[in-house]
């Protein structure tokens, strides 16, 4: 069973502290963030660069959102993907797994680490969206915007969560890199659309139609993705239980893996 102990916490929170430092002196982070603010740039001023404006709220949270997503993809890819299978990729196993530390307390410490590292970004470029957004027309509601928020916060763990299992059953990161890249972008989306329109129902339940929450808080934003009748209370619970069922894999396959 996954439990931890009160040394246990003092240990993952040490691992977790080494897992955020070595994003940070690594140089994906540094690509990762410059790639954010690019993107958050090129959407926010371009349009007057260019002559034009934005000038309603939805159009422009809009298209942020549109990127938002990838981002989360990217993040998944770039990081959590390459959390548990650099440690054997490296070599560097061979020193956790000699020292007395449970391997649960490493498989916590790495994914929390790594997650909130993640997450750090994301409230960086809302922030910078809650910050444009009131110079703009028809401006959402502080709820709405929270609600978005927490949605994508949630998207990430789900997505994260499935990553680890790439990162810890592959044996490269390049692979685990490219199977989560094409697990979450592709894979997921495809096996929805063939569920929708087989049996022209809802395919509430995976992933990707879950993560339409992140644009659905907003009705404004809803409209322009064509989401309607959408409900959060679906799409927030599909997403703690991808994210939970997914940790829970991978943390079961970490367990039982031998250097």
């Not at 404006?53 to 993040?75: N, R």
């Not at 044996?171 to 087989?198: D, E, N, P």
């Not at 509430?204 to 409209?223: E, F, K």
């Not at 703690?240 to 250097?259: D, H, Q, R, V, Y």
């Amino acid at each position: 069973m996954m439990y931890v102990e009160t040394d246990d916490l003092r240990q993952i929170l040490v691992i977790t502290r080494n897992e955020i430092r070595k994003f940070i002196r690594g140089k994906k982070l540094l690509i990762y963030v410059i790639l954010a603010a690019a993107i958050f740039s090129l959407i926010t001023f371009l349009p007057y660069a260019l002559g034009g404006s934005w000038s309603d709220m939805s159009v422009f949270l809009t298209a942020h959102f549109a990127f938002g997503s990838f981002l989360v993809v990217l993040a998944a890819t770039l990081f959590a993907s390459s959390t548990y299978v650099s440690e054997f990729e490296e070599r560097t196993a061979l020193i956790l797994f000699t020292r007395p530390v449970k391997k649960t307390t490493i498989y916590l410490g790495k994914f929390i680490g790594c997650f909130v590292m993640e997450a750090v970004v994301f409230i960086g470029y809302y922030i910078a969206m809650a910050v444009a957004v009131p110079f703009l027309d028809n401006t959402p509601s502080l709820g709405q915007y929270l609600a978005s928020f927490g949605s994508i916060i949630l998207f990430l763990f789900a997505a994260s969560a499935v990553a680890a299992i790439f990162s810890v059953i592959m044996k490269k990161a390049g692979t685990a890199a490219i199977m989560t890249f094409v697990t979450i972008l592709m894979l997921i989306s495809i096996i929805s659309q063939v569920i929708i329109t087989a049996t022209g129902g809802d395919a509430w339940y995976m992933l990707d139609q879950a993560s339409n929450a992140v644009y659905a808080s907003i009705p404004g934003v809803a409209s322009y993705f064509g989401i309607t009748d959408f409900d959060m209370a679906k799409g927030i619970l599909t997403m703690i239980i991808w994210g939970a069922a997914a940790m829970f894999i991978s943390w079961f396959l970490f367990t039982k893996k031998e250097m």
